[in-house]
């Protein structure tokens, strides 16, 4: 479930064991002053960022017992290296993008191709050559993937979150 608001979002994920996480988003400066194990005054600090929100909205940040100070970090979207023999990266190291479903669905991808590669070479420099083209192959992806997700971050928590809705909408038709 997600909810948004001008430059604030709240998103709730249904966890295994019967748990949901409720995720809080908006944009501002770091809090380096605020310590999440003061549980009140975090949640004192939310309800007002969230002043005016429906009240079970609202119910879903009055009933966290813990929080956990997350800023979000992306690397760049054509973020890539140079091929090492013998290394490479996958998932969010090789690829850290905003939390919108893309990331953890590439790197289960990227584990089979990765895998596939592996099984297919034959030796030394066809192993070598084999993880370079997956790499080719995953940069050209995340690439895709990265531009699209911080695309949707900037719209779904901005001054016009329905925009981005409506325009979600429109591709899903």
Not at 133 to 162: H, N
């Amino acid at each position: 479930m997600a909810v948004y608001g001008v430059n604030r979002a709240v998103v709730a994920q249904r966890n295994s064991g019967g748990h949901v996480k409720v995720y809080a988003q908006f944009r501002t400066e770091l809090h380096k002053d605020l310590d999440p194990s003061g549980v009140e005054a975090v949640r004192a600090r939310l309800l007002a960022r969230f002043d005016g929100w429906a009240a079970p909205v609202l119910d879903l940040l009055r009933h966290g017992t813990a929080f956990v100070d997350r800023p979000l970090y992306a690397l760049p979207v054509s973020h890539t290296w140079a091929h090492v023999p013998g290394v490479t990266l996958l998932g969010d190291a090789a690829h850290l993008m905003p939390p919108l479903g893309a990331g953890a669905n590439l790197a289960l991808l990227e584990g089979a191709e990765l895998a596939e590669a592996v099984v297919a070479a034959h030796g030394p420099g066809e192993l070598d050559d084999a993880v370079r083209a997956f790499e080719e192959r995953m940069w050209a992806r995340a690439a895709r993937w990265a531009e699209i997700t911080a695309a949707g971050l900037e719209r779904l928590v901005s001054p016009d979150p329905a925009a981005a809705v409506a325009l979600f909408d429109e591709v899903q038709a």
